[in-house]
């Protein structure tokens, strides 16, 4: 049986995904697989999961030796079990940049495509074989592309994200606005979790200028619930970043209707950082970055210390 999972602190394309794949493997390819996840799927996530009526896929610990699997979301060790180049990596599907680090048994099938949702990239590899997805998995691949794209607000939109989205909801009877606002009003929904859940709830780890940054975000509708947590957020970095081997968290709260990020500063480091990355002039403990919206384009790359 193959496993096929996504990255940890799994998202919404980082739990679609898998399903929609293990799907493909399953009932197109004959080839048995099984969707998991490497940790709980955030709110939105959960949300699609009950929506429409799938199953949540079990959480893993780790991978074994030997143990088939397939790498969807992410190509990226550090957001990966710990034993990943042990086990038989068969394929990556991927939107993100190469990260390298993973190493394979043998030469596999890797995809990267600069395209905003790995959903986008699935229903491209599947072919004519796309026409049979049922319609529970259809709408899986609608939400990824939905919540990776902000709805399209996203600089990470494609013409080919959009052009899908429109296609699925046609076939689906779903209008698009409608619900896409189901599915914000989940991912805005934070009330009941703690402040290290918040902070881990949406993060990859990355390394800059010698610092190793474990980089959050936060997108939603109602980006006040979260900043009226600001100073216990800002308090619960330290143990995050200390427990979870990081110098410092980076938290943007991403205003999805606004469309800017707020950046919270704790730190001397994280002033610095905001300074050199985005041009601004940090003065208090926040600072606001109008048009930034994707942590893949708009954060990550410009990253400097």
């Not at 491209?124 to 259809?138: R, Y």
């Not at 409608?178 to 599915?183: G, K, R, S």
């Not at 209707?257 to 403990?285: C, H, N, Q, W, Y």
């Amino acid at each position: 049986m193959i496993k096929v999972f996504g990255h940890k602190s799994p998202d919404t394309d980082s739990t679609g995904s898998p399903i929609i794949w293990a799907w493909y493997l399953t009932h197109v390819k004959h080839t048995p697989a099984q969707a998991v996840l490497l940790g709980e799927p955030n709110t939105e996530a959960a949300f699609v999961l009950r929506r429409w009526d799938l199953p949540k896929p079990p959480i893993i610990d780790g991978v074994q030796p030997g143990e088939k699997v397939v790498i969807v979301d992410t190509n990226n060790p550090a957001e990966l079990p710990s034993g990943i180049n042990e086990a038989d990596i068969l394929a990556i599907i991927d939107h993100h940049k190469l990260v390298g680090g993973i190493q394979t048994k043998g030469p596999i099938d890797v995809t990267i495509r600069p395209l905003a949702c790995t959903a986008t990239i699935l229903h491209d590899l599947m072919g004519d074989a796309a026409a049979e997805m049922p319609d529970n998995i259809k709408c899986a691949m609608l939400s990824c592309i939905l919540s990776d794209t902000l709805e399209f607000r996203s600089p990470t939109t494609t013409a080919h994200d959009r052009h899908l989205a429109e296609k699925l909801a046609r076939e689906l009877g779903i209008r698009i606005p409608d619900y896409a606002d189901e599915l914000f009003a989940a991912k805005s929904d934070v009330s009941r979790f703690s402040d290290a859940e918040l902070l881990r709830m949406d993060s990859k780890e990355y390394e800059v200028g010698g610092k190793k940054l474990r980089v959050s975000v936060l997108e939603t509708t109602a980006p006040h619930v979260v900043l009226e947590r600001k100073a216990s957020l800002m308090d619960s970095m330290p143990a995050v970043a200390a427990e979870d081997g990081a110098d410092q968290v980076l938290l943007f709260v991403i205003d999805i209707l606004r469309e800017e990020a707020t950046l919270l500063v704790p730190s001397e480091l994280v002033a610095t950082i905001a300074e050199k990355s985005f041009g601004v002039t940090v003065s208090g403990d926040t600072v606001v970055l109008p048009g930034v919206m994707s942590r893949k384009k708009q954060i990550i790359p410009v990253l400097a210390l």
